[in-house]
């Protein structure tokens, strides 16, 4: 199974940067998802790790250590918009996903 | 591309009746679907693994009974709340697998189920 663990609720300025850390204990690793979702509304895709190091997107970035069963989602230039909880999902071998509780990000003015 | 649709949206039934709850792949086919269930402040946690043409695997804890799930075709899969309860009342999220796709795993829009 996988133990997957992430902040409960973290607090930004609009315009800062927000980073969102993500330890994980897994069995099979298969890659590292993160996905925004809005309240009442399904995940929608941000990023997407399987070998160490830093996958950049425009505004968002994510970083994976395999070895340290950990990862990161850098979130930068912060709009009001981002308002919103991100989760961290692990895959294992058979494609199944399990998520962490989520990291409810709001943004202040 | 990559597009899962799931219906309905949300609906509402009486305690002791069945709830159908339709996830499909629009443009692609999909040998491996997804169920999720997800309550309020709650993460997402899989229900079952549905495979193309045979039985879905459930996860540890989830009555294979109560949550009937058919995948008759490679672009439908179906989630059945049998004989629902209100502590049944949740969002119920499918995704499906696309291996030709970049990241896999495609979500529905979430269907919430409220059971009075």
């Known amino acids: 199974g996988q133990n997957i663990d992430q902040p409960t609720e973290m607090t930004a300025t609009e315009g800062a940067i927000v980073q969102i850390n993500c330890t994980y204990q897994t069995s099979g690793f298969n890659g590292l998802f993160w996905y925004q979702q809005h309240a009442g509304e399904a995940p929608t895709f941000l990023s997407y790790?399987?070998?160490?190091g830093l996958e950049e997107k425009g505004r968002f970035s994510s970083f994976l250590s395999r070895s340290k069963g950990y990862s990161y989602l850098l979130l930068k230039e912060l709009q009001m918009k981002d308002s919103a909880s991100y989760l961290c999902?692990?895959?294992?071998?058979?494609?199944?996903?399990?998520f962490g509780a989520g990291t409810t990000v709001t943004v202040r003015a | 591309g990559a597009v899962v649709s799931q219906h309905p949206s949300w609906v509402i039934c009486k305690s002791g009746t069945s709830v159908k709850i339709e996830c499909r792949s629009l443009?692609?086919?999909?040998?491996?679907m997804f169920w999720y269930r997800q309550f309020p402040k709650q993460s997402l946690m899989l229900m079952a693994t549905?495979?193309?043409?045979?039985?879905?695997?459930?996860e540890q804890g989830v009555e294979k009974d109560k949550f009937l799930i058919n995948h008759a075709s490679l672009t439908l899969s179906t989630l059945t709340v049998t004989s629902a309860h209100p502590e049944d009342s949740s969002f119920y999220i499918c995704?499906?697998?696309?291996?030709?796709?970049?990241?896999?795993?495609?979500f529905g829009p979430g269907t919430r189920l409220t059971v009075t």
């Open positions: 995704s499906a697998r696309d291996p030709g796709g970049m990241y896999e795993q495609y």
């Open positions: 999902a692990v895959r294992d071998s058979d494609y199944k996903l399990s």
């Open positions: 790790n399987v070998l160490d």
């Open positions: 443009d692609f086919q999909a040998t491996t």
């Open positions: 549905s495979n193309e043409g045979s039985k879905a695997t459930y």
